[in-house]
Structures are given as structure tokens and as C-alpha cells.
């Protein structure tokens, strides 16, 4: 080890009566701290403006545009100049051959020379070190833990930098050459993602081989035990390559012996790497307070419920409109979407199954082939696609294993258990289109328990779940391609009719009675009033003027205020309302918790206000109220296009804020019956859930899972909201700012610029 240490003492001593180690320290220590007194900037104006700030630490640091992320990408250009002289310099000089006799080893040499790239990453290390005692000073609870793994993840990626840049110096004399060497292997390696991915076996290999992003988690917080190997692997490899160069150039050795030797520390690598990124093989430690890189503590039990082994089988069709999320080239990007489960569930088999039918999503087919036979359509669309028509089946072969018709012939996943169990995880018609760990997860637990049954009442003109009418209930209860829908949230849902001898089935847990056009005969209205006396559960949605649910909802001990509510807007009708969740909703369910720390609200048009008129043994909890907006209960005004509103107080019009929905709840035998009242049955209708208000923080799809998670009794949608994070404010002025600022691009690279100045002056002078 001496000779090792001495070794590296001198390259360091090389490295640091040059100006390239000194430069490159002043323009890194100038870079990160613009890029780091931005981000506080930026901080600094969020809290003076009075939003305010979340997670500030991940902000700064550990975010996509954060101060670690910004060194990753451009680090590289760092590393080849200094490495490109460790050998180079040796091999052109000639005093390689001093090596050469002295008592020390070909791994000695590449040893020392690695040992002294280490240490000069540590001084790098040391420039972030200095942002991160100003976040210690600044930020309220920083979060140094998940800072520390960022370092970790940078410190890693300059080591791998270091061993593929020493190896490249010791393969040639000239120093440039070494260094657009190793920029081009740099690069080489960062593609490596690219190559070779419709090839089942080689994909995994060459993925894993893929230096691009290796630090994203480790930044994020979260350390993998295939992050910390891979660069283990990586700087191992590189420095056994240059160790066989040096040997081979010492001893003259054949062409073949040095290749063959090469090719055994490859292959032994690559064997290495693919079986560290098998995930069973993986280990997480999650070094954020909130532990937001790592499935809720809901997830991760309904994920240990799920003994047995578990198949998630992808289908992808050729003619789908996003067929491209999973085929052969793009298989690895898609499993890192499942990456959070399997790391609980890592014996799961993940398999894809390739075919072409006629899809329910891509109208594009039908204008260009309008009269083609299908299998032409799919001939064409393949050569289009540049893909091997014979690896997909043909419609009849893929009925024969499953038949996805009743989805759309769409790109969807069935997840099968051991024991037979079957569901479908789809993807949604939205901008995010994957399901987020809450469909996952209520998929999950759907296996593992009974969750809830939904019947919406029918035959009284109440609102349908089949139908595209604007007023019906289908987008949120059924629609497959919808996020919230009730369906994709883990519950069933289906029609009820109480004609005749219909019953209400027994499994059934919760009834939707929307706004009924007329009244339930007194067979049906029996059935009902038995399952509410025996503590069933309710949702119950009206429109104002209606006597029907008037009398309805008064046996809750509940009435509306005459008439429908305004509240008067510019460019919009004034019987458009605002209602926000109040602060006791927080009970009810953390989905109303989230609305209000978003600002988020609910909007009505002809909505009813709610009073409770009689003790019923209810206790009546206001999940959403009028905002402070000057809105009253309009008695008279009906055209609100034409005419305007105003308040007369003596027809009982009054200003105030008014409930808009309330939550009841009272034990019945040993079950707490939970019933939901809401004044606008078109807020959560296919319509009204974009209401025409033209203010930023519209969420009546929120409404939703807020009421049912209640519902449910905290079954479903499965919860999984995190905590806030503690570290939510700095502590810095805006005069302090900019002595922060002046120290960071000016001090410190100044201090570097003299000392290295000075040192360099002197070592020319003797």
C-alpha cells in the first residue's frame, strides 16, 4: 500500500502544478454555486410571495432540475481532461519505462494513479459540501440524509469516470487523443440503453451496461444496491483492463493471450451486472423523511397479503395507438414503471404478448385503409413500424388465449396469481396515462380482500352509468379509460332496480341515489327504508326545487334553503358557485386535506344549499362550504344569461356561506352507517366535472374518491398520501441572498483563481 500511496502522492502533485486540476475546480466551484444560488433564489421568491414551499431540500438538491442533477449531466466534461495525462504522460515521456523497473506492479501503478483521481473527486465533493452547510444554516429541517446519497450517487459517477478515463490514458501517448477517447466511450456507454433492445436476453445486459442517469435514485434519495454495484463493476473492469494493458506492454505478451484476457474480464462483468439487477438479487435503503421514493406503508401491506407467485402479462397491439409503450425496444423502460412493486414482490414474472385486432382508440386506421382487410392493415402498419409482422398473433390466435374485446383490443396488463385470481391494470386517458401506485395498489388489494359493491338506483329518472349524456354518472363509475372511475379504483359497480321482486343483493355496501324525477312506489321505497334502517350507506345527490328529494333527505334530518345559490363572477353565469372543503373535511378523508393545502374547490352550477333542520341522531360533519365570495340564495332570477342577479332580502334571499355537502354518520348495531349528501347532483356527473369557472383549482373529480375512501371506511381508493415533508421554509433575506451569491461566484472561485495563480508563478520561478 505504500507504494501505492506514493504513486498517487505523486500524480497528485502532477495534477495540481498544472492549470487543468485548478481551472477545472474554479469553473466547477463557479457553475454549481450559479446553479445553487438560482435554486435558493427561486426558493426565496415562492416564500415571499405566500405559496410557499414543500420538500425545499429535494428542491435544491435532489430534484430534476436540482443542484446534483445539473452535475451529472455536465460532469463529464470534466473528467476526460483530467484523466487524459495519467498514463499518456507516462507512455510520451518515457518514464514509464522507470516504472517498468522499479519494484512495483503493473496493478500498483493503475492503483496509485485511480487513488489520486479519488482523492482530487473528494476536493470536487468538498465545493458541494460548502452548499450543503448553507442549506444546514438556511433551510428549516434539511434533509441531509437524502443529500448525503445524492453525494454518494456523484462521488460513485466520478470514480467510474475516473477508471474508463484512466483506461483510455493508458491505451495511447497523446493526451488529446485519450481524452476524446474516453468522451466518445462516455458517450458510447450513455447509448448503450439504445442498443440492442428487441433482443430478449441481450436487452437486459446492454440496459444495465447504460451509464445515462445511473445517479437519477441515488439523487432522488433512494440507494440500490444495482446503482452501488454497477459502478463497483464498472471502475473494477475498467481498472483490470488497464491493468492487462500495462502487463502486456511489460511483458510483450501475444495478441491473442491479451484479447482472450480482455474478454474474460468482460464476460465476467457483464455476468456480474446481470445477475446484480435481477431484483431479486436488489436491497433499497429510502434516505428520505417522508420515504417518498418507497410504496405507502398501505401498499407495501396489501403487497405482503399477496403470497404465491404472480404473472403480470402485458398486451400489446400492433394497430394500438400506444402500442409503442411495449414493444421489444421499449421493455425495459416499461418494467421501471412497475420497479416500485416488484421490489416487494420480486419473484413476479413479468411477460409480454404481441398481436394485432381491430382497436377501439386509433381512428387514424380507419381513414387510411378504409376498405383493407385487417391483416393487411396490420401487414402495412408493420412495415411502417419497421417490425416483424410474424411476431404478433393474429386476432383468432389471441382469442384463443384471452379475449380482450370488452377492452377496446387496447394496450393493457392482466395480472394473474398462483391461485387463478385474474384482473386488468390499464393504462387512462389522460396526460399521466399509466396508473399511479393508487390504481396499482386497489388493483392489488382487490385480490386480497372483498372491497366495496356500488349500486346506483334506477327506474325514479335518477342519473344512468351506462350512456355518453352529459348529466349521466358513466365517466366516474365506469368509464375503463378514466382514472377516478370507480371501477379502476378497485370497486364493482352495477344498476339497481327495486321493481317488482328485485332485492337489494346482500353484498351490496353502498347505494347512489341521484336526483329522482319521480318517487319510489311503496314496494320499493320498503326495500329501501329497510336497507337504511339496518345502517346501510348512501350517497345522495339533488338539484334544488325538487320535492321528491326534499322529502327525501328529511328523514336525515336535512333540508335546502330555498331557491338555487349565486355568487356573482365576470364572464360567468352568477349561479356557478365555489365551494371549498372545509377544515373539519379533514376527517373525513386526507383526499380533502390535499384539496385545501392545494386550494383546490369544487364547482356547482344550480346547486342547493344544506341545512341540518331536525336531530335525527346524525352527526353532520360540512365537507364543503361557499367560499368567502358574496353569495346568497337566489329566489326569483331563473335566466342568469340575460338578467342579473341581485340580493332581496325580503323574498328570504340572504347572503352567507352556505354547505354544500355533509357527511352524516350515526352507529347503527355494530356499524357506523355513513351517508353523503350533496346540493348539485351535476358537479360529479360526466359534464360537470370541468365547471365553467374560470379560476385555476378545479377538482371535482377529487370529490369523488374523498366521498367513497369515506364510504368505504377507508378501503378504497386506497390511501396513499404521504406526509408533508418538515423542511417547508428558509431562513434568508433578500440582502443575505446576495452575500451568499457574491461569496459563492466570487470568493470561493477567486480564492481558488489566487492560490492556484501564485502556486503556479512559483513553481515556474524555480
Known amino acids: 500500500m505504500r507504494r501505492i500511496y506514493k504513486i498517487a502522492k505523486a500524480e497528485l502533485f502532477t495534477l495540481f502544478y498544472s492549470p487543468i486540476a485548478w481551472m477545472i475546480l474554479v469553473v466547477f466551484a463557479f457553475q454549481t454555486g450559479m446553479v445553487f444560488a438560482d435554486h435558493l433564489k427561486e426558493v426565496l421568491q415562492a416564500q415571499r410571495t405566500g405559496w410557499g414551499n414543500m420538500f425545499i431540500t429535494a428542491g435544491i438538491f435532489s430534484g430534476q432540475r436540482g443542484l446534483l442533477a445539473s452535475v451529472q449531466s455536465y460532469l463529464y466534461l470534466y473528467m476526460p481532461l483530467l484523466t487524459m495525462g495519467l498514463m499518456s504522460r507516462e507512455l510520451s515521456s518515457g518514464s514509464i519505462k522507470l516504472l517498468y523497473s522499479s519494484p512495483v506492479t503493473s496493478s500498483q501503478i493503475i492503483r496509485g494513479k485511480f487513488l489520486a483521481m479519488m482523492i482530487y473527486s473528494f476536493l470536487l465533493i468538498g465545493v458541494l459540501l460548502v452548499y450543503v452547510v448553507v442549506g444546514l444554516i438556511t433551510v428549516d429541517h434539511f434533509e441531509l440524509s437524502s443529500v448525503a446519497s445524492g453525494l454518494l450517487g456523484i462521488y460513485l459517477l466520478m470514480c467510474a469516470y475516473s477508471a474508463i478515463g484512466l483506461f483510455m490514458s493508458s491505451l495511447t501517448s497523446y493526451q488529446v487523443v485519450a481524452a476524446l477517447g474516453t468522451l466518445v466511450l462516455l458517450g458510447t456507454l450513455s447509448y448503450m440503453d439504445k442498443v440492442w433492445q428487441d433482443i430478449a436476453f441481450v436487452r437486459d445486459i446492454t440496459y444495465w451496461l447504460s451509464i445515462s442517469g445511473r445517479c437519477n435514485e441515488m439523487i432522488m434519495g433512494l440507494i440500490c444496491s444495482e446503482d452501488v454495484l454497477y459502478f463497483l463493476i464498472v471502475v473494477v473492469l475498467f481498472l483490470s483492463l488497464s491493468v492487462q494493458k500495462l502487463q502486456a506492454n511489460r511483458t ?3 495478441f491473442s493471450a491479451v484479447w482472450s484476457k480482455y474478454a474474460l474480464v468482460v464476460i465476467a462483468a457483464m455476468a456480474l451486472g446481470y445477475a446484480t439487477s435481477r431484483p431479486i438479487f436488489m436491497a433499497y435503503y429510502d434516505a428520505t423523511e417522508t420515504k417518498r421514493n418507497t410504496l405507502t406503508p398501505n401498499s407495501q401491506a396489501i403487497m405482503a397479503k399477496l403470497d404465491g407467485g404472480m404473472t403480470i402479462t402485458t398486451y ?3 394497430l394500438d395507438r400506444e402500442y409503442y409503450n411495449g414493444i421489444p425496444s421499449q421493455v425495459n423502460e416499461d418494467k421501471q414503471r412497475l420497479k416500485q412493486f416488484i421490489r416487494f414482490k420480486p419473484e413476479t414474472k413479468l411477460e409480454y404478448v404481441y398481436y ?3 382497436p377501439s382508440n386509433n381512428p387514424r386506421l380507419k381513414n387510411i385503409y378504409k376498405d383493407l382487410p385487417l391483416a393487411e392493415v396490420a401487414k402495412k402498419e408493420a412495415e411502417l413500424k419497421e417490425l416483424d409482422l410474424d411476431m404478433f398473433l393474429t386476432p383468432a390466435e389471441i382469442k384463443k388465449k384471452i379475449n380482450l374485446t370488452d377492452e377496446g383490443n387496447v394496450f393493457v396488463r392482466v395480472v394473474e396469481r398462483a391461485n387463478g385470481q385474474k384482473a386488468f391494470l390499464r393504462i387512462y386517458d389522460d396526460m399521466v396515462k399509466f396508473p399511479s401506485e393508487g390504481e396499482v395498489s386497489a ?9 366495496p359493491r356500488i349500486a346506483f338506483l334506477q327506474g325514479q329518472g335518477e342519473r344512468k352509468i351506462e350512456g355518453d349524456r352529459i348529466k ?4 366516474f363509475s365506469s368509464v375503463k379509460t378514466f382514472r377516478y372511475a370507480l371501477t379502476n379504483q378497485g370497486c364493482d359497480v352495477e344498476d339497481l332496480d327495486l321493481s317488482g321482486n328485485n332485492q337489494i343483493p346482500k353484498e351490496v355496501d353502498i347505494i347512489v341515489i341521484s336526483d329522482m324525477q319521480q318517487a319510489l312506489d311503496s314496494n320499493s321505497r320498503k326495500k329501501l327504508d329497510t336497507y337504511i334502517a339496518n345502517g346501510g350507506n348512501l350517497v345522495i345527490t339533488l338539484k334544488p326545487g325538487s320535492e321528491i328529494m326534499e322529502s327525501f333527505i328529511s328523514q336525515f334530518g336535512v333540508k335546502t334553503v330555498p331557491g338555487q345559490l349565486v ?10 358557485v365555489i365551494c371549498r372543503p372545509t377544515e373539519a373535511s379533514k376527517e373525513i378523508a386526507p383526499f380533502f386535506g390535499n384539496m385545501i393545502r392545494q386550494h383546490q374547490y369544487v364547482g356547482m352550477v344550480k ?3 344544506l341545512v341540518i333542520a331536525e336531530d335525527k341522531g346524525f352527526k353532520a360533519v360540512p365537507v364543503l362550504q361557499t367560499d368567502t365570495m358574496k353569495t346568497w340564495n337566489e329566489t326569483k332570477t331563473i335566466d342568469f344569461v340575460n338578467d ?5 332580502m325580503a323574498a328570504g334571499e340572504k347572503v352567507d356561506s352556505f354547505v354544500t355537502a355533509y357527511a352524516l354518520s350515526k352507529k347503527v348495531g355494530n356499524k357506523e352507517q355513513r351517508i353523503m349528501i350533496i346540493g348539485d347532483a351535476d358537479c360529479i356527473s360526466n359534464g360537470g366535472m370541468k365547471p365553467p369557472i374560470r379560476y385555476y383549482g378545479s377538482a371535482n373529480f377529487t370529490l369523488i374518491p374523498g366521498m367513497f375512501h369515506w364510504l368505504s371506511y377507508g378501503n378504497v381508493p386506497v390511501d396513499v398520501n404521504r406526509p408533508i415533508g418538515s423542511d417547508n421554509e428558509i431562513h434568508i433575506t433578500k440582502e443575505s441572498l446576495k452575500v451568499v451569491r457574491y461569496g459563492l461566484l466570487g470568493v470561493i472561485p477567486g480564492l481558488l483563481l489566487i492560490g492556484s495563480t501564485i502556486l503556479l508563478i512559483r513553481r515556474r520561478r524555480k
Open 607 to 609: 346547486s342547493a344549499g
Open 472 to 475: 349521466d354518472y358513466t365517466l
Open 316 to 318: 400489446v397491439n400492433l
Open 252 to 254: 510483450h505478451a501475444s
Open 443 to 451: 388493483m392489488f388489494k382487490r385480490m386480497v380482500m372483498k372491497l
Open 644 to 648: 342579473s342577479a341581485t340580493v332581496d
Open 567 to 576: 355568487q356573482p363572477k365576470q364572464d360567468v353565469a352568477a349561479n356557478a
Open 356 to 358: 394485432y385486432d381491430e
